[in-house]
């Protein structure tokens, strides 16, 4: 368990501030989470970022498509049939590479529906939490670093007093 203690500190951290301010600022904090997972679950890193937000976004676009549809169409079923077909649209967007995130298309469309419809406020609050995915993985490399330094030191101290008197 001892790699994800860096990771551990970076993000309760972060998340706590995040909190904090995304309530004071008025920002859409949940949204923000949202967006911080996918950036883990698209593998972290530059990738991660790069393919999460792009997923994101386009999953909010995707969605405030479908809202701008149901504007005009005013038939049965035109709200499922613009879902369906933007989640179609969302898996074939993943043969381009760099919205090749499935999941983070979709969380990014469920995002703007949860949001009602807010599309701005869905945006900056995806790349907020997406930087702060980021952030929270370049921190806790550099925490876990100066926690494996400190267990290495205290193993070598160990070594040292326990090793016979010669």
């Given at each position: 368990?001892?790699?994800?203690?860096?990771?551990?500190?970076?993000?309760?951290?972060?998340?706590?501030?995040?909190?904090?301010?995304?309530?004071?600022?008025?920002?859409?904090?949940?949204?923000?989470?949202?967006?911080?997972?996918?950036?883990?679950?698209?593998?972290?890193?530059?990738?991660?970022?790069?393919?999460?937000?792009?997923?994101?976004?386009?999953?909010?676009?995707?969605?405030?498509?479908?809202?701008?549809?149901?504007?005009?169409?005013?038939?049965?079923?035109?709200?499922?049939?613009?879902?369906?077909?933007?989640?179609?649209?969302?898996?074939?967007?993943?043969?381009?590479?760099?919205?090749?995130?499935?999941?983070?298309?979709?969380?990014?469309?469920?995002?703007?529906?949860?949001?009602?419809?807010?599309?701005?406020?869905?945006?900056?609050?995806?790349?907020?939490?997406?930087?702060?995915?980021?952030?929270?993985?370049?921190?806790g490399e550099r925490i876990q670093r100066l926690?494996?330094?400190?267990?290495?030191?205290?193993?070598?101290?160990?070594?040292?007093?326990?090793?016979?008197?010669?």
């Amino acid at each position: 368990m001892r790699p994800f203690i860096g990771v551990g500190i970076s993000i309760g951290v972060l998340a706590a501030i995040w909190t904090e301010l995304s309530v004071q600022l008025g920002f859409v904090t949940w949204v923000g989470f949202v967006a911080w997972a996918c950036f883990y679950a698209a593998g972290a890193g530059f990738g991660g970022f790069r393919k999460g937000l792009a997923a994101n976004i386009s999953g909010a676009v995707y969605g405030w498509l479908v809202g701008l549809f149901v504007g005009v169409a005013a038939f049965p079923g035109a709200l499922a049939i613009a879902v369906g077909v933007i989640a179609l649209a969302m898996c074939l967007q993943a043969g381009w590479r760099p919205l090749s995130f499935i999941p983070g298309a979709f969380a990014g469309t469920a995002a703007f529906f949860g949001t009602g419809l807010a599309f701005w406020p869905t945006v900056l609050a995806l790349a907020l939490g997406a930087a702060l995915g980021w952030a929270s993985a370049v921190l806790g490399e550099r925490i876990q670093r100066l926690v494996d330094r400190s267990a290495l030191a205290s193993a070598g101290d160990e070594q040292a007093t326990s090793a016979p008197a010669g």
